[in-house]
């Protein structure tokens, strides 16, 4: 029972002696090239002993040491004695660290039982729920030290977030809120053509993007671009230790980092959002010219008989809202997020998926609200 | 025990974890005022963790930390802030602010907490960081420094509103034996001046032996402190093999 050695790669050759099993090892085994598996032969029947040896290994490297292991791992739990007394010691020294080391391998954690499993992720969730509620105090106490002029607030911090959440953020806001006058304007003319009110299409425009779309498209907006960044800003921040390091000052990063940033969105939404609004009216008014051949001016005076100053107050009351939702859960996920690279981009996306979730929310709990007051 | 009548420091039967690991258990030592305290620990055995419990930066689960007599740990907030102001804390990575130059990151403490006028300020920032070796640096930006500058940086800060007591994680960490032993000389010389506190968390035996007064020893598997005392004696002394093994560098291969 002689096979001959490939002479390209590794080689096992098993050889019977009386109930003796010789395995001869050869060639060279290298991780990167195909080497083999044990058993790798057909076994004969229960030997009373396996003996291996590797004098025609020219190259070895962790490939053999996995391949010894095995076999001698295989030995152990077959109760077969096996003798790798002929081995060079190195190889000997190597495949007895092997087995220890896939004694002591780590057990699989992952698999745990139904009832652990919602233990765990009740005793997160209510983890959660007392951080939100701990930034929310918090928050709200930083907020009202600064409002009885107990703090002072950080103008030149504020000021900079400012520029970067509201002017830098104008062609963004520009070109989405446009574009959105332009699509309402088009489906709402497939309505209105039907019966000759082209004409109502400013007043649905005006509307639409005063009441919502205008404080709705600055929001998504900067929950993309200023409540993420906020996230990562802040989250990098507790990577770095620099949280720990405000706080070994006595200085809360509440007021520090977060006050400053949602003070910023608070005053620019609005802002943004009647912006946007016009930007809506521009886009609306130019489809209204070129495809209904609406003269801008009767565009105009007609939005004007249906939009008062009423509407564009509710668009402003909810882009502050807003602007507290998207400052406020950007902070917080970069305050929550975890100490490493990936904690941090975790943060920012969940600050994006927060922040939208409750802007959708409270956009809704307004139009009942609205609604039942009559505004 | 005459001279820990008025310890600096007394941590009496501090236990710390994080959710339910237990890492520390019943760990007690006294710090004398104006000691350079080394606490140290192979990695991992919670010396960072001893250190944010005693500040305050996590919470432990049982036990108590008194600085100068007042217990920080039953503290109220507000008495708390007033007990932080007097310490100084070297973070691991220096943990500069990073949106703020050097000269702001040493004013910001300044401005939080005296009320001088800004000129004012800026001139001792500048003077701390010349006292670290990093003068002219005003208007750099922590991203602009080498790792060795951003830990002297930090110990500007830390110094900033002159504080009685300063702790230090693994400031030799990281860095090159060089500037490792400056940094040593530098944690001496601001003991020697301002009489401070230190409290230093290392595993570099050169440190130890160089500049510590006393030092406990923390042990991952007891959860607490293995050998307390001078370095050279403990190293004398101790009949626990691992600490004479860490005091005397003796690892793998080095029999
Ligand atoms: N944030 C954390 N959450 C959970 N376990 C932690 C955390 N930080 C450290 N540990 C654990 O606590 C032990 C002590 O860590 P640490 O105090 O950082 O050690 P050292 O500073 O001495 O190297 C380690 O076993 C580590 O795994
Ligand atoms: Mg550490």
Redesign the interface.
């Known amino acids: 029972m002689q096979a001959t050695p490939e002479p390209t790669g590794a080689s096992v050759t098993a050889r019977t002696d009386g109930s003796v099993l010789e395995i001869r090892l050869g060639g060279p085994w290298r991780l990167e090239s195909r080497t083999p598996r044990w058993p790798s032969f057909t076994l004969p029947e229960k030997p009373t002993a396996v003996r291996i040896r590797a004098d025609a290994v020219s190259q070895w490297d962790t490939s053999l040491v996995v391949y010894l292991g095995e076999a001698q791992q295989w030995c152990g739990t077959s109760g077969i004695d096996c003798d790798i007394q002929a081995l060079p010691d190195k190889m000997r020294a190597l495949s007895g660290q092997f087995l220890s080391s896939l004694r002591t391998r780590g057990r699989d954690e992952h698999s745990r039982s139904f009832v652990v499993e919602v233990g765990l992720a009740t005793r997160e969730t209510m983890a959660h729920v007392r951080g939100l509620l701990q930034f929310v105090g918090e928050f709200w106490i930083d907020t009202t030290r600064l409002v009885r002029g107990r703090a002072g607030l950080r103008w030149s911090d504020t000021v900079g977030e400012m520029q970067k959440c509201g002017a830098m953020a104008l062609p963004i806001v520009s070109l989405i809120s446009f574009l959105v006058g332009v699509t309402l304007a088009y489906s709402g003319a497939i309505v209105l053509k039907r019966f000759g009110g082209e004409i109502w299409v400013s007043d649905l425009i005006g509307v639409a993007m005063t009441r919502e779309m205008g404080a709705l498209m600055a929001a998504v907006t900067l929950s993309g671009r200023t409540g993420a960044a906020y996230a990562v ?1 802040i989250g990098s ?1 507790k990577a ?3 949280i ?8 809360s990063p509440v007021r520090f980092l977060v006050i400053p940033r949602v003070f910023a969105l608070v005053l620019m939404m609005p802002l943004l959002a009647m912006y946007a609004n016009c930007l809506g009216v521009l886009g609306g008014m130019a489809v209204a010219y070129t495809t209904l051949d609406i003269p801008p001016t009767a565009y105009w005076v007609e939005m004007l008989t249906i939009v008062d100053l009423q509407d564009v107050l509710v668009g402003v009351i909810k882009a502050v809202v807003f602007g507290l939702i998207v400052g406020l859960s950007g902070c917080l996920r970069g305050l929550q997020s975890e100490r490493d690279a990936a904690g941090v981009g975790n943060a920012a996306t969940s600050a994006v998926v927060t922040s939208i979730l409750l802007i959708i929310v409270a956009d809704a709990v307004f139009a009942v609200l609205f609604h039942v007051i009559g505004l | 025990m005459s001279s820990d009548a008025n310890p600096a420091i007394e941590v009496t039967d501090l236990a710390c974890s994080y959710d339910e690991k237990l890492v520390l258990d019943g760990v007690s030592f006294r710090v004398r005022p104006a000691e350079i305290f080394f606490v140290i620990g192979g990695s991992g055995c919670g010396k960072t963790t001893l250190l ?1 419990n005693m ?3 996590n919470t432990p689960v049982r036990g108590e930390v008194r600085f100068n007599g007042r217990s920080f740990t039953s503290a109220d907030s507000k008495s ?3 007990m ?2 007097t ?1 100084g ?1 070297l ?3 220096g ?5 703020l130059t050097l000269g702001e990151n040493i004013a ?2 300044l401005e ?1 907490y005296t009320s001088l006028p800004a000129d004012e300020i800026r001139s001792i920032a500048a003077f701390k960081l010349a006292q670290v070796g990093l003068e002219g640096y005003e208007e750099h930006y922590p991203s602009e420094l080498s790792g060795g500058m951003r830990k002297r940086a930090g110990l500007a ?1 830390a110094l900033a509103l002159d504080p009685g007591i300063v702790f230090f994680d693994e400031p030799s960490a990281s860095l090159d034996p060089v500037t490792a032993r400056n940094l040593d000389r530098l944690i001496v010389q601001v003991r020697d001046t301002f009489g401070t506190t230190i409290v230093v968390v290392s595993h570099d035996v050169d440190s130890i032996f160089g500049i510590a007064d006393r030092i406990v020893m923390l042990d991952r598997d007891k959860r607490g402190i293995i050998a307390e005392g001078k370095p050279s004696e403990v190293a004398r002394n101790s009949d626990n093999p691992r600490v004479v093994e860490f005091l005397t560098r003796r690892g793998i291969g080095a029999e």
Do not use: C
């Open positions: 800003e921040m770095n230790e620099e720990d390091a405000l706080s070994t000052l006595g200085i | 944010r500040i305050g930066l708390r802030r007033e932080l102001r310490f804390m973070f691991q990575s943990a500069l602010w990073t949106s910001l403490p939080e800060r």
